[in-house]
């Protein structure tokens, strides 16, 4: 049974940077895309970004794009979020997924509900 577990949360000030990752464990998910969901007080969890199996490929949500970047290291079976020019709209919960492999190697989703595996999350709160 494939475990996420999302680290690197915190405080930050608006215009700065931080770091996110995510560390799997009991099994794989290096041959499915893996993504990062945010969800906001009272809202539904939302798609951020997500990488590919290869890491070759790579979708952000446009909030996000050019401030971004996520990648990931299957030898390490790790994947990353490095956040930058951070604005306080950016503070939330943020959740690591791992993609159904029902849906095979090459399929790369945003939807929430393709994703088989998640992290408890982690708390990034952007000051102002």
């Known amino acids: 049974q494939v475990q996420l577990e999302e680290f690197g949360g915190g405080l930050v000030q608006a215009g700065g940077s931080l770091r996110i990752w995510c560390v799997a464990s009991?099994?794989?998910?290096?041959?499915?895309?893996m993504g990062w969901f945010r969800q906001f007080p009272g809202e539904e969890r939302e798609f951020v970004a997500v990488?590919?199996?290869?890491?070759?490929?790579?979708y952000y949500t446009q909030s996000v794009k050019g401030r971004f970047t996520i990648s990931r290291d299957n030898a390490q079976n790790q994947m990353y979020l490095q956040m930058g020019s951070l604005k306080p709209e950016d503070t939330a919960v943020y959740y690591c997924?791992?993609?159904?492999?029902?849906?095979?190697?090459?399929?790369?989703?945003?939807?929430?509900?393709?994703?088989?595996?998640w992290g408890q999350g982690t708390q990034v709160t952007v000051s102002a």
């Open positions: 990488i590919s199996w290869n890491g070759m490929n790579t």
């Open positions: 009991g099994g794989t998910v290096n041959n499915v895309a």
């Open positions: 997924a791992g993609q159904s492999p029902v849906y095979g190697k090459g399929y790369i989703s945003v939807r929430p509900d393709e994703f088989a595996h």
